[in-house]
C-alpha cells in the first residue's frame, strides 16, 4: 500500500481566472503553465509532503469557477478537509464575489473546515485590492489569509505546507484513544484461573 | 634436389679416399683388398652420377622456356585489365548522356505539355469536360520546375503564364459548378466535382465547398429535428429531438469524411468546423425549449415537483447528456480514422484541431448545461428521496420492523447508475460525492440517535440462580411486563442495530459496483482515480455505519452488565459449598447459550460473536475483581477442580482467538 499516514482533503474554489490551476500546478509540478484552457468541472492532483516527519498526501481538487459547473464543485465542498479561496488581486469582481462563494462554503461545506482566503497574482503592477482589505475581510469571516503569486512561485509552497501543518494538527488532536474490546494478555494467578472458565465455553461454542 | 643429392655424394666419396689416404699409415686400419673394393664401388657410382647430371641441365633449360611465356601472359593480363577500365568508364559516361537524353525529353514534354495543357484546359473547359481539365492541371502541377525555368532561361516567354490563367479559370468553373451542384442537391455531381478539386492543388477549398453543401442540408434536417410536437410529453421527447440533431450532424460529418478520405485525408477539421454550428444551434434550440417545458430554469427545491414525477426529467436529461457525449467521441473516433493514413505531426495536429473545435464548440457549454441541471434535479430527487424513507422509518409506537437502509440503498443504487449512464466521470463523480454525504448525513446520523438508547434489555441473558430472587430484578421484570411496549421496542432497536451493519456492507459493494460500471467512461488515469477517489466516500459512510453498529453494540453490552455482574458474583460466591458448585457447572454456559441462540434469531452470527466475547470478558474480569476482593481460597481451589474436569481443549485454540 502507499506509504503515508495522513490524507487530507484541499479544494480551491473562486471565479474563473484567478488563477487557481496555476497555483495547484505550481505546487504539484512546479510550473507557471502557459496558456492553459479553463478547468472543465474539477480536476485532481495529489502530492505528497513531509510534516514533521510524516507523510502526508494532499489530495488537491481544482474546481471551475463557472456558473454551469457550481452543481459538480459543490459535491466537494462536504468531504474537504481545507477549502481556499482565491481571488484575483487585480480584479475587483472576482473579490466582490467573495461573499458569494462564503455563502456557498455555508451551505455546502462541513462547519469544521479549515478555509484560507488567497490573493493571487501579487507580481502584478495593477493591484487593485489593497492587501489590508483582504486581511480584513479573511479576519472578518474567520479564514486564513495569504497573498500569492503563482508566477512568481511565492507564497504557494507556504500555503500548501501549512494548510498540511494546521490540518496535522487537528487530526492529532481528534485521534482519540482506540477503542479496545480486548481481555488484555493473560495473566498468571487468580486471574488465569478463572478466564479459563470463561474460556473452555468459548471455545465448545467455536467447536461446535 | 637430386641434383644436390648426388653433389653431396660426390663429396662424402672423396672424403672418403682421403680419410683412406691418411688411415692407410694407420696398421690397425682395413687392407689392401678392402680399399681395392671400396674404390670400385665409387668407380661404379659415376656412371649414374653422370647420368643424373646430364637431366638436370635439361630441365633447367626447359625452366627458362616456361618462365618467357609466364611474362607474355602477365603482360597480357595488364594490358585486358586496362582495356576493361577504359570500357567502363565509357559506359558510364553513356550511361549519363542516356539519362540528359531523357531528362531533356522529359522537359520538352512538360513544355509541350504545358502548351498543351493551357489550351486543353480551355478546351475541357469548353466541352464542361472537368475531368480531363484536371488532369490537366495535375499534370503542370506536378511537372518539374526546371524545365519552366530552362525555357524561361532561353528568353521564352513564361509558359506558366498561361497554364496559371486557365488553371484559375478551370478553379472558377469547378467552384461556380459546385455551388451550382450544391443548389440544385445534385448528389452526384457534387461529389464528382468534390474530387477534382485536390488535383487542381485545392484540397482545402474542395473540403469547404463539400462541408459547406453538407452543413447547409445538415441545417435544414436540423431544422426539422428542433421541432418538439409534443413539449408536456413525459417520454424523453427532448432528448430524442437533440439525438436527432446530433444524428444529422454525424451524418454530414460522416459524408464528408468519406470522400474526402481517399482523396485529401487529414482536413476533417475544416469539414466539422462548417457543420458543427448547425448542430450547436439545433442543440441550443432543444435545450432552450427543454429548460422552458421542463421547468428546469427553477429551483427543484421551490418547485412542486414530486421526486417521483423528476425521475422521467432525471432519465430524460442523462440521456440528454449522453447523447451529447456520444456525438463528440464520434467525432473523435472519425477525425482518428480521417488521420490515421498521415505522417505522426500531421496526424496530431489534425487530431488536435478536431479536439480544438469540440472544446470550444457552444454544443459542449450546452451539454455541461444539461448535466448542470441533471445534477441539480438529482440531488434533489435523492434528498427527497431519502428524507421520505428517512419518515416512514422513524420509530413509532409499536412498529418492529425497518426497511430504511434497504430503501436508501435502493435509491443510491437507481441515483448511481442514472448518473453513470449519462456518460460523464464528472457527472457521476458529483453523484458519488452527493450519496456519500447524504448516507452519512441523514441515514447513519438517524441510526446513531436511534441507537444511542436501547430499550431495557434487548438480548436477554438469563439470570444466575440466586439472582433470581432478587427483588430488584423481579420489579423490573413485571414493570417489563407491564409496558407493552418494550418488546416492540427491542425488536425495532435491534433491527436498526441490524440495518447499521448492513449499510457498512452496502456503501462498500456500491462503491465498488459504481466503479466497475463507470470504468468505460474514464478517458485517461487521472479521471479514473478521480472515480476512484470518489467512490472512497462511500467507505467513510461505511465507517460511520460501523460506528452507529458499534455504538448499538456497546448499548447492548451495557443492558447486559448487571445480568452479567450476577454471574460473576455467583462463580465466585464464597457461601456455595462444593457440591452445589457441581450442580452450577454448566449453569452459565447454559446461560450463555439460551442468550446465543435468542440473539442468534435477531442479529447477525458475527454480532454474536462480538456480543458474546463481550460478555466472557465482562463476565472474567468482574469475577476477577471478585474473587480478589473475597481472598476466598476455597473458591479458587474449586474452579480449579472443575477446570480440570472439563479441559479438553488446546492451548493453540486460544490463542487462535486472539483473546
Ligand atoms: N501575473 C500572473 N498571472 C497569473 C497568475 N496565476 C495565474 N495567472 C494567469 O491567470 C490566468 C488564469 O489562470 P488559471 O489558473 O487558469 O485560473 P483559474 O480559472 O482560476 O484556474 C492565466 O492566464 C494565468 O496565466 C499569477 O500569479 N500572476
Ligand atoms: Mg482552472
Known amino acids: 500500500m502507499e506509504d503515508y499516514k495522513f490524507l487530507f482533503k484541499v ?172 481481555l488484555g494478555p493473560i495473566n498468571g494467578g487468580v486471574s488465569c484461573r478463572i478466564r479459563f472458565f470463561v474460556y473452555i465455553f468459548l471455545i465448545r461454542k467455536l467447536l461446535q | 634436389m637430386q641434383f644436390c643429392g648426388l653433389l653431396l655424394e660426390k663429396i662424402e666419396a672423396i672424403t672418403t679416399v682421403n680419410q683412406f689416404k691418411i688411415c692407410s699409415s694407420n696398421p690397425s686400419l682395413p687392407s689392401n683388398s678392402e680399399v681395392d673394393e671400396a674404390l670400385a664401388g665409387v668407380l661404379s657410382r659415376t656412371c649414374t652420377l653422370e647420368g643424373r647430371l646430364r637431366t638436370a641441365s635439361q630441365a633447367y633449360n626447359k625452366l627458362g622456356e616456361v618462365k618467357a611465356d609466364a611474362q607474355i601472359a602477365a603482360d597480357m593480363v595488364d594490358k585486358t585489365a586496362a582495356l576493361a577500365r577504359d570500357v567502363s568508364a565509357k559506359v558510364r559516361q553513356l550511361d549519363l548522356a542516356r539519362s540528359r537524353v531523357a531528362e531533356c525529353q522529359r522537359r520538352v514534354h512538360d513544355l509541350i505539355d504545358l502548351q498543351l495543357c493551357s489550351a486543353g484546359v480551355e478546351a475541357a473547359i469548353k466541352a464542361h469536360d472537368y475531368e480531363t481539365g484536371a488532369a490537366h492541371v495535375s499534370r503542370f502541377l506536378s511537372m518539374d520546375p526546371g524545365s519552366v525555368a530552362a525555357a524561361r532561361a532561353r528568353g521564352a516567354a513564361d509558359p506558366r503564364d498561361a497554364m496559371t490563367r486557365a488553371a484559375n479559370t478551370l478553379r472558377e468553373h469547378l467552384v461556380h459548378k459546385f455551388e451550382e451542384a450544391a443548389r440544385k442537391e445534385d448528389e452526384a455531381s457534387v461529389e464528382r466535382l468534390f474530387k477534382l478539386f485536390p488535383q487542381i492543388g485545392r484540397a482545402e477549398e474542395g473540403v469547404d465547398l463539400l462541408a459547406k453543401y453538407l452543413a447547409k442540408q445538415a441545417e435544414a434536417t436540423i431544422r426539422r429535428a428542433c421541432v418538439v410536437a409534443e413539449p408536456h410529453s413525459e417520454a424523453a421527447v427532448f432528448a430524442d429531438a437533440l439525438t436527432r440533431v446530433v444524428e444529422a450532424g454525424g451524418a454530414a460529418v460522416e459524408k464528408a469524411r468519406v470522400p474526402a478520405a481517399v482523396v485529401a485525408p487529414g482536413l476533417l477539421h475544416r469539414a466539422i468546423k462548417a457543420i458543427q454550428p448547425a448542430v450547436c444551434l439545433g442543440a441550443g434550440c432543444v435545450y432552450k425549449d427543454m429548460v422552458i417545458s421542463r421547468r428546469l430554469d427553477l429551483d427543484p427545491r421551490r418547485s ?32 482518428e480514422a480521417d488521420a490515421s493514413t498521415l505522417p505522426e505531426a500531421a496526424k496530431k495536429a489534425s487530431i488536435e484541431a478536431v479536439e480544438k473545435i469540440i472544446t470550444g464548440c457552444e454544443l459542449m457549454r450546452t451539454g455541461q448545461d444539461i448535466l448542470a441541471h441533471y445534477l441539480e434535479v438529482e440531488r434533489y430527487f435523492l434528498e427527497e428521496s431519502v428524507n421520505k424513507a428517512l419518515k416512514l422509518s422513524t420509530p413509532q409506537t409499536g412498529t418492529t420492523t425497518s426497511s430504511l437502509v434497504d430503501d436508501v440503498f435502493f435509491i443510491a443504487r437507481k441515483v448511481i447508475r442514472r448518473s453513470i449512464s449519462s456518460g460523464s466521470v464528472d457527472g457521476a463523480c458529483a453523484v458519488l460525492n452527493e450519496v456519500a454525504s447524504v448516507v452519512e448525513r441523514s441515514v447513519c446520523a438517524a441510526l446513531r440517535r436511534w441507537l444511542r438508547a436501547p430499550p431495557p434489555d434487548p438480548l436477554p441473558l438469563p439470570p444466575p440462580r440466586a439472582a433470581q430472587l432478587t427483588v430488584l430484578d423481579a420489579a423490573g421484570e413485571l414493570a417489563n411486563r407491564l409496558n407493552r411496549d418494550v418488546d416492540a421496542q427491542r425488536q425495532l432497536f435491534l433491527a436498526h442495530m441490524n440495518e447499521a451493519e448492513a449499510g457498512g456492507e452496502w456503501s462498500e459493494r456500491l462503491a465498488a459496483e459504481a466503479c466497475a460500471e463507470a470504468e468505460p467512461l474514464c478517458r485517461g488515469a487521472s479521471e479514473r482515480a478521480k472515480l476512484h477517489s470518489c467512490a472512497s466516500g462511500l467507505g467513510a459512510a461505511a465507517a460511520a455505519f460501523r460506528a452507529a453498529h458499534d455504538l448499538a453494540l456497546a448499548g447492548v453490552k451495557a443492558a447486559l452488565k448487571p445480568r452479567v455482574h450476577a454471574w460473576a458474583e455467583v462463580i465466585v460466591d464464597p457461601d456455595v459449598g ?3 458448585m457441581d450442580d452450577d457447572a454448566d449453569a452459565l454456559p447454559l446461560a450463555l447459550e439460551q442468550f446465543c441462540e435468542g440473539a442468534r434469531a435477531q442479529v447477525s452470527a458475527r454480532t454474536v460473536d462480538a456480543l458474546l466475547l463481550g460478555v466472557l470478558a465482562d463476565v472474567a474480569s468482574r469475577a476477577e475483581s471478585r474473587i480478589l476482593h473475597h481472598h476466598y481460597d476455597r473458591v479458587r481451589h474449586g474452579l480449579l477442580a472443575r477446570l480440570v474436569g472439563i479441559t479438553d481443549f488446546k492451548i493453540e485454540d486460544i490463542k487462535r482467538l486472539k483473546l
Not at chain 1, 490551476?21 to 512546479?30: K, M
Not at chain 1, 502557459?34 to 481544482?62: H, N, S
Open chain 1, 11 to 182: 479544494v480551491l474554489v473562486g471565479n474563473a481566472g484567478v488563477g487557481k490551476t496555476c497555483l495547484v500546478r505550481r505546487f504539484t509540478q512546479g510550473l507557471f503553465p502557459p496558456g492553459q484552457g479553463a478547468t472543465i468541472g474539477v480536476d485532481f492532483m495529489i502530492k505528497t509532503v513531509e510534516v514533521d516527519g510524516e507523510k502526508v498526501k494532499l489530495q488537491i481538487w481544482d474546481t471551475a469557477g463557472q456558473e454551469r459547473f457550481r452543481s459538480i464543485t459543490q459535491s466537494y465542498y462536504r468531504s474537504a478537509h481545507a477549502l481556499i479561496l482565491v481571488y484575483d488581486i487585480s480584479c475587483q469582481p472576482t473579490f466582490d464575489c467573495l461573499p458569494d462563494w462564503l455563502r456557498e462554503i455555508e451551505e455546502y461545506a462541513n462547519n469544521k473546515v479549515l478555509r484560507i482566503l488567497v490573493g493571487n497574482k501579487t507580481d502584478r503592477e495593477d493591484r487593485e485590492i489593497p492587501r489590508h482589505i483582504g486581511e480584513d475581510f479573511a479576519q472578518r469571516h474567520g479564514m486564513y489569509f495569504l497573498e500569492t503569486s503563482a508566477k512568481e512561485a511565492e507564497n504557494v509552497e507556504r500555503l500548501f505546507m501549512e494548510i498540511a501543518v494546521e490540518l496535522m494538527e487537528q487530526a492529532k488532536c481528534k485521534e482519540l484513544p482506540k477503542y479496545d474490546g480486548n
Open chain 2, 304 to 335: 412542486s415537483r414530486s421526486p417521483l414525477s423528476a425521475e422521467p426529467i432525471l432519465a430524460e436529461l442523462a440521456l440528454a447528456h449522453s447523447r451529447v457525449r456520444l456525438y463528440f467521441g464520434f467525432l473523435r473516433r472519425k477525425a
Open chain 2, 578 to 580: 462444593p457440591d452445589e
